[in-house]
């Protein structure tokens, strides 16, 4: 059974840098599509963007360059970097597995980040 | 990017009764090489991340019950849930993969009537 499992800082001081990690078990993150997806009140759901395979990296340009997505296979995980956030930035987020880099499939339960001073 | 719109944004349904939500997208959502729609369908109960319900527009994801389908074409789909059961109350979303970035649907409650 494929689990994902969200890990980081709950709170986030406005122009510093949210990090999350996502740790996969069950399948390899080595040839798959892997995610990161945000859900907040406002906006609703968000794909941020893609990793595959070490290297191959896609974003949503709505985050203008501020997202950072990597992946390390020798521990099974991969992360989420977002710089300058803002309050707009509070949201739950999500890794999620996407099959065939297409529809996200696995869901991990989701981080609660709220940013506040 | 491609603008995913639901109707109703809520719905109340008797217990039993045929519940209908349907997504139009701002674009066609053939993919040429299966000849198949870039949509996909989610179910969200509260406190819990969303859980895929179908894909390629009308291919319904292993475990998900035969009372949920999904239909259309181009740029209209539509998700029923032929019989409403208690546990299906929760909030249903569209997803368009057919061009980056991914875009949803605002959602749609689904309620007991």
């Known amino acids: 059974q494929v689990q994902l499992q969200e890990s980081g800082p709950g709170l986030v001081k406005p122009s510093e840098i949210l990090s999350l990690t996502c740790n996969v078990s069950?399948?390899?993150?080595?040839?798959?599509?892997w995610s990161w997806i945000r859900q907040s009140p406002g906006k609703g759901l968000e794909w941020i963007g893609q990793?595959?395979?070490?290297?191959?990296?896609s974003y949503n340009p709505s985050f203008k360059s501020r997202a950072t997505i990597s992946g390390d296979t020798s521990k099974n995980q991969f992360s989420l970097r977002l710089t300058s956030v803002t309050a707009a930035d509070t949201a739950v987020y999500f890794c999620v597995r996407e099959q065939l880099g297409f529809w996200p499939d696995v869901w991990g339960r989701g981080s609660h980040v709220t940013v506040s001073s | 990017d491609i603008v995913m719109t639901q109707s109703p944004d809520s719905l109340a349904v008797s217990l039993g009764e045929r519940a209908t939500i349907h997504c139009k997208s701002s674009?066609?959502?053939?993919?040429?090489?299966?000849?198949?729609?870039?949509l996909s369908w989610y179910q969200q109960k509260p406190g819990q991340p969303p859980s895929l319900l179908i894909y390629w527009a009308t291919t319904r994801h292993s475990g998900v019950p035969d009372r949920f389908t999904g239909s259309g074409s181009g740029t209209d789909f539509t998700l029923t849930i032929s019989s409403l059961q208690a546990e299906d109350v929760a909030v249903y979303y569209c997803?368009?993969?057919?061009?980056?970035?991914?875009?949803f649907g605002q959602g749609t409650k689904l309620e007991l009537k």
């Open positions: 674009e066609s959502l053939l993919f040429r090489p299966n000849n198949k729609y870039s």
């Open positions: 997803h368009q993969y057919s061009s980056s970035p991914s875009t």
């Open positions: 069950g399948d390899l993150i080595r040839y798959k599509y």
């Open positions: 990793f595959y395979n070490g290297g191959v990296i």
